[in-house]
């Protein structure tokens, strides 16, 4: 671009700038003076609702399933919240096994893992899961709980924990 161009369009952008500045154009700042205490209480978030109570329901069991469960009540609704579960083949057994896992709704299955539980010497099988916030039917009991796959086997150790609280 030549010289004379960038020059002229220099000059007709500052001329621009001061005719809107003197026409009002321009924004303007306005100032306020100290903060009143109106104005800072209306600035302030609401407090938090209180969380509410939790509920920790758990089940270990050798050779049997291993089950828990919250017992219903009227006008009640459970919240599943977490859930953890864990087992493991014992002793001699050759071979691992697959398992079961439900939690329940009164009698409704709400959720099913199927794990399979590893011989001793491999470790243990270990589900850990928060943030579900699975709502159960008000009155109902809620139930997480190994069904198939370890019952009657004695070679099995198992655990279930449910966390949840109450929803009225």
Not at 90 to 97: C, E, I, R
Request: glycine share 8%; net charge negative.
């Amino acid at each position: 671009m030549p010289r004379k161009t960038v020059l002229l369009f220099t000059l007709l952008t500052l001329v621009a700038c001061l005719l809107s500045y003197q026409l009002g154009s321009a924004p303007s700042v306005l100032a306020k003076s100290h903060v009143t205490a109106q104005d800072a209480a209306a600035n302030v978030p609401p407090p938090l609702p209180a969380p509410p109570a939790e509920w920790v329901v758990f089940d270990y069991a050798s050779g049997t399933a291993a089950t828990t469960t919250k017992a219903g009540a009227a006008g009640v609704q459970h919240v599943a919240d977490c859930i953890s579960f864990s087992g493991v083949v014992t002793g001699n057994s050759p071979s691992a096994l697959t398992a079961t896992v439900e939690l329940l709704d009164g009698s409704t299955i709400i959720m099913r893992w199927d794990p399979g539980l590893p011989t001793r010497a491999a470790g243990n099988a270990q589900v850990n899961m928060c943030g579900l916030n699975v709502v159960g039917t008000v009155g109902n009991s809620m139930t997480l709980e190994f069904t198939s796959g370890t019952s009657g086997n004695s070679l099995t150790l198992e655990n279930v924990n449910l966390v949840g609280h109450d929803a009225t």
